[in-house]
């Protein structure tokens, strides 16, 4: 017998699978049409039940949760204020330096030509 599964196809061994399983359904015993139904509504109600039951117990730890004020924000401490501001503080100051170099660069630069424009001046008088 074991030689004629080996000799087989792909598609008769696909068919002889269908049709030992139509032979198994066959030997099951199925409920009727009443049971079927009492049974589905008995599977309903007890879903309804535990839908409800697990709402309640949610709402529950909800209630619970804020009687101990569980969600409510929570300050920033003073620390993180101090640092914030001292970082603050010091991007400031370099910025305000930076600012400075700049402006003396330039005042320098306005002097150089102001001095420049005045000995040609004096050059061309004299």
């Known amino acids: 017998m074991a030689d004629k599964s080996k000799n087989k196809n792909v598609f008769q061994k696909i068919a ?70 001292a970082v603050t503080e010091a991007v400031t100051i370099e910025e305000t330096a930076a600012e400075t170099e700049a402006v003396s660069e330039t005042e320098a630069a306005s002097e150089t030509e102001v001095a420049e424009t005045a000995e040609t001046a004096a050059e061309s008088e004299g």
């Open 16 to 85: 002889q699978v269908y049709k030992e399983v139509r032979q198994e359904l066959r030997k099951s015993t199925w409920p009727s049409k009443e049971k079927l139904k009492n049974t589905s509504a008995v599977v309903l109600a007890v879903i309804a039940f535990f839908a409800v039951l697990l709402s309640f117990i949610s709402l529950g730890g909800r209630w619970v949760l804020d009687k101990i004020n569980f969600y409510d924000e929570v300050e920033p401490t003073a620390t993180v204020s101090t640092e914030v501001t």
